[in-house]
């Protein structure tokens, strides 16, 4: 292996958090050109800066409810955020920054200066509640957040103490408004103003960590997954080139939060690496993003099947969206039916594409013309995908296996060695994912090979859905899985034995729905409650959540 650059963090909290060197996937930059970055690299000046210089200033890179922010907005208020964290704030190189808010141009400012000051980004999903937070300060062992106004409550909560009930020290949490409020005493953009509009970003290495991104795992405990600033360029010179093909003149739009790496790439990435705009709305469901792709003419959607789904019998309404021309799905499978049924009603084949945090974005995909409905694609040009037994041999044509990938991006887990050994074998990253190659070499998905559960785009750890249930006084045990669900993908279906004494019925179903939607992101809760007697158990008493989901089929 290559020797590392010297990096430019003064706090070597992450280089020392990485996993051993050994245990990373092999990274591969030869499979295309123009993956050859330097040693020394910053992401925010590559996307920002360099768009500026290049005569794209005055160019829309946002476009929102209310107004627009041109690509010399976003650097001079970058900028004035970067001098903030530096000289109000202390931020030394290679401290991580959390980052709370809806999607608006005040969010990204944030992001690009806390690259650009050198910090590390670590943005939160808006829907995460205070023991959420906290377990991602723990983790990332933060101490500085950002937090939009409207979301600031949760935040502190989550930031004023550790896990263990302990008092969080050194802790700044700094609130910002809304785009167009006006300014608090106190707040980010108070301390903004006099700052100069210009910043002399910190010289970092190529894979000096930029962002440490969340992920719910099986077992209930958030991964963090950590991504170099070569990571990010990446991800926007493989799939967007190549499968999406999109320009200068697109417009952007979708639903994803900017905290899911999915709507980081397709809503700021993506976008920004061609000079193009996106549309930023603080509200995206199906409705909400159909009439903001019609106020704001975008050529471009990311977002879930769900969505589409969703937005079906809604677009006669308005007559359609005459300026979207590509679609975009990740986060869970594309049913055929959804994917034959959008092309009906809009003439646009969805490209499919799977991702996943680790990976950063999109690695297996293809294009409109080469989709194929029921299939996810082949490898995205710089990746390379094989299907493997449990030995980690490739398989033939047709038979189920679990999925490897690598290419230039890759697995890294922070402090978390065992995780990586499961997910890292022999060079290759193994997602979790079942799938089998057919005969024109087109990868199909089957199921996961975890106890994740896949829910209208979002991942949702059936341990940790368990967890919050048997905090409630009349829960004695309870069994969590994912079934099957004709618009959602998958509903959190939640299997409840109750304590003596407790009665069942629909008033104590919605009583425990409402106890998980207080204590943690709302779209975990379990949609079915089914109360039984037992659940199944091997003979050292663990549950065996697959005979749960054999009972729904």
């Given amino acids: 292996m290559t020797a590392r650059a010297p990096s430019a963090h003064r706090d070597t909290f992450c280089r020392e958090m990485l996993p051993p060197r050994a245990l990373w996937p092999e990274m591969r930059y030869d499979r295309i050109p123009g993956l050859a970055y330097p040693p020394r690299l910053n992401c925010a000046t ?32 970058s900028n004035r955020i970067a001098n903030v964290l530096v000289s109000d704030l202390g931020l030394v190189p290679g401290n991580r920054v959390l980052l709370r808010g809806p999607n608006n141009p005040m969010l990204v400012a944030c992001w690009f200066a806390v690259l650009k000051a050198g910090g590390v980004v670590v943005c939160t999903m808006p829907l995460l509640r205070p023991r959420e937070i906290c377990y991602t300060a723990d983790r990332a062992r933060i101490t500085l957040a950002l937090t939009d106004a409207r ?10 103490r550790t896990g263990a009930g302990e008092p969080r020290a050194g802790v700044r949490l700094v609130r910002f408004g809304a785009p167009g409020a006006e300014p608090e005493p106190g707040s980010l953009e108070s301390m903004m103003a006099g700052k100069a509009a210009a910043f002399r970003n910190v010289d970092t290495a190529a894979d000096d960590v930029a962002l440490i991104a969340f992920t719910s795992g099986t077992t209930g405990r958030g991964k963090g997954t950590m991504h170099f600033h070569r990571d990010v360029l990446a991800i926007c010179d493989c799939f967007p080139p190549h499968i999406l093909r999109a ?29 193009a705009s996106a549309i930023l709305l603080e509200q995206a469901a199906p409705a909400l993003l159909l009439a903001g792709m019609r106020e704001f003419g975008a050529t471009v959607c990311f977002t879930a099947p769900t969505a589409y789904r969703a937005m079906l019998p809604l677009l006669g309404d308005g007559g359609g ?72 041999e490739q398989v033939s044509s047709g038979v189920i296996g679990r999925l490897a990938v690598r290419g230039p991006t890759g697995c890294r887990y922070l402090d978390d060695e065992e995780r990586q050994r499961a997910y890292v074998q022999n060079g290759w990253n193994l997602t979790g994912d079942s799938y089998l190659v057919d005969d024109d070499g087109y990868f199909r998905y089957q199921a996961r090979t975890d106890d994740m559960i896949i829910s209208a785009g979002h991942n949702i750890a059936g341990p940790e859905v368990e967890t919050v249930l048997l905090e409630h006084a009349a829960v004695q045990e309870c069994g969590v899985v994912g079934v099957p669900d004709e618009e959602r993908g998958q509903i959190v279906k939640a299997f409840v034995v ?38 199944p158990r091997t003979a050292t008493g663990k549950l065996q959540r697959f005979r749960l989901r054999e009972e729904q089929r």
Wanted: aromatic fraction near 8%; charge should be negative; charged fraction near 25%.
């Fill in 46 to 77: 590559e996307l920002l800066d360099r768009m500026v210089e290049r005569g794209s200033g005055d160019e829309p890179v946002f476009r929102f409810p209310g107004g627009v922010w041109t690509y010399r907005q976003l650097l001079e208020t």
């Fill in 151 to 160: 979301l600031a409550a949760d935040c502190e909560e989550g930031m004023r």
């Fill in 247 to 275: 320009g200068p003149d697109d417009i952007f739009a979708g639903s994803p939060p900017l905290a899911f790496t999915f709507g980081l790439g397709g809503l700021v990435l993506f976008p920004m690496r061609i000079g």
């Fill in 321 to 392: 969206i005459p300026s979207l021309r590509t679609c975009v799905s990740a986060g869970e499978t594309l049913p055929a039916p959804t994917f034959e049924a959008w092309e009906r009603a809009t003439g646009i084949r969805i490209i499919d594409g799977i991702g996943a945090t680790e990976m950063l974005h999109i690695f297996i995909s293809a294009t409109p013309e080469e989709m194929r409905a029921g299939a996810t694609g082949r490898p995205v040009p710089g990746y390379e995908a094989r299907v493997v037994d449990e030995d980690g």
């Fill in 498 to 535: 109750l304590r003596p004494g407790s009665t069942p019925g629909p008033e104590l179903v919605r009583e425990l729905q409402d106890h998980v939607k207080r204590e943690i992101a709302p779209h975990k809760y379990p949609r079915q409650i089914e109360f039984v007697d037992a659940l």
